[in-house]
Each structure stands twice: as structure tokens, then as C-alpha cells.
């Protein structure tokens, strides 16, 4: 749980006064954000590496910063800044970036959640992506997180909005999250370090068939240890 302290809730408070005041009274910084999410929308990588290159020596700062903001602003496509990093800064550095970055966002995800609850999250979201991440969530139970990461279709930011929502703690959900996503960001990046335009599609359907299976896998394992369960649950005594 979120603890329940002074300080959480006065950055309860504060937090979204902080975003109103610059969305209402600095017209750049609204502009901004406008044009942040215009920019993801356009799906083209090359976008999105010349706007973090056109930064110099903060490019790694401002990849990171977009990261976040990606993961905030649910959902718009993160594998575009994967792809962006390990062309701008090398497959393995790009790597780096990418996966700590992701991780940061989820972490906020996860705490916007329990500090605000399913209502902004909704807003921030759509309760459409919601109620889909909460059955995912009853039919995966303790695996949702680790399955939600293997597989490229599946929202990174909704999933970790809805794991706020439900009984899990964060560490095991930052764990879950680390392990999962970790395959996935080092086989984008070292694609997007090598190939561009029809080469780099046909890689990245075969990266989603190569997911596909290894849920499958997990799906069964999971189907397995339910049905072993089930088996050595106790039916009560007999009289």
C-alpha cells in the first residue's frame, strides 16, 4: 500500500494543482504537451530520434523525460523510443536507457493509481483499457504483471495504472516488471540498432510471434499449476 502519511497527502494536493497551473497559465508549456503528443502519434522513428538529438547533451535527459511522459499519458507507443534510443546511443546503451526509463514510468503509474484511485486514472486512461487490464488481472492473477510484459499488445502503462489498483505491493509489481520487460527492451533495441523501415516491420512481427509463444508457454504453466491445485486442496472430512 501507499503509505498513508502527511507527505503523501500533501503531494496528493499538490501535484495536480502543479499540472493545472501549467497547463492553465503557461500557454508554451500547454503548446508543448500538445505538440509531445502529436509527435508520438506520427508513428515514424526518425521523428522521434531528431526531436531527442535536436536536445545535444541533454538527449538521454529528454529521452528519459519522454519516456515518462509516455507512460503517463496512456497509451501512446513506447517502442518508438526504444527504437530512437539504440540508433542515437548504441543497442546496449540504448538498452539501459530504455529499460530504466520504463521503469521509472511504471513506478509513477503505479503510484498515481494508489494516490488518486480509479477515477483519474480513468481519465488519464479509458475505462475501456481498464476493465480489460482488471480481467486480465483476474484471470492471471499473481502472473499478470510478468505476462503483460512478454507481450508487445498488451498496454505497459495501463497494465501498471491497473496494478495499482488492485491488493499487490509494489515491490513484487517493480520486480514483475523489471523481469518482464527486460528481453523485450534488450531484442527491440538491438533491432532498432540494425534495421530501418520494411526490414525492421517484419522483425518486429517476428519478435511478436516469438511473444505470442512464449505466453502460450507461461499460459500453460499457469493452467498446469491451477489444476495441480485444485488436486491437492483438501475436500474436507468426511463423516
Request: hydrophobic share 55%; proline share 4%; charged share 15%.
Amino acid at each position: 500500500m501507499f503509505p498513508d502519511c502527511k507527505g503523501s497527502k500533501w503531494l496528493k494536493f499538490l501535484l495536480p494543482v502543479l499540472v493545472l497551473a501549467l497547463l492553465l497559465f503557461l500557454r508554451p508549456t500547454r503548446e508543448w504537451l500538445f505538440d509531445l503528443v502529436d509527435l508520438f502519434h506520427q508513428l515514424d522513428v526518425g521523428v522521434i530520434r531528431e526531436y531527442i538529438l535536436s536536445f545535444g547533451i541533454w538527449a538521454p535527459v529528454i529521452s528519459f523525460w519522454l519516456m515518462i511522459f509516455q507512460s503517463v499519458v496512456a497509451p501512446l507507443p513506447a517502442f518508438l523510443i526504444t527504437f530512437a534510443n539504440a540508433g542515437l546511443f548504441g543497442w546496449w546503451k540504448g538498452a539501459i536507457l530504455s529499460w530504466s526509463s520504463a521503469m521509472a514510468g511504471a513506478a509513477l503509474c503505479f503510484y498515481i493509481s494508489r494516490l488518486y484511485g480509479r477515477g483519474v486514472v480513468e481519465k488519464l486512461t479509458s475505462k475501456a483499457g481498464l476493465e480489460g487490464v482488471d480481467r486480465f488481472f483476474d484471470r492471471y492473477g499473481d502472473y499478470a504483471v510478468l505476462v503483460a510484459r512478454l507481450l508487445p499488445f498488451v498496454s505497459f502503462d495501463i497494465v501498471s495504472y491497473g496494478a495499482g489498483l488492485t491488493s499487490m505491493k509494489f515491490w513484487p509489481f517493480f520486480i514483475a516488471t523489471g523481469i518482464g520487460q527486460l528481453p523485450a527492451t534488450i531484442v527491440y533495441s538491438y533491432v532498432g540498432g540494425m534495421l530501418t523501415g520494411g526490414t525492421r516491420l517484419f522483425v518486429t512481427g517476428l519478435l511478436i510471434l516469438f511473444a505470442m509463444s512464449t505466453f502460450i508457454a507461461l499460459w500453460k504453466k499457469i493452467h498446469n499449476d491451477k489444476i495441480v491445485a485444485k488436486v491437492a486442496k483438501p475436500s474436507g472430512d468426511v463423516h
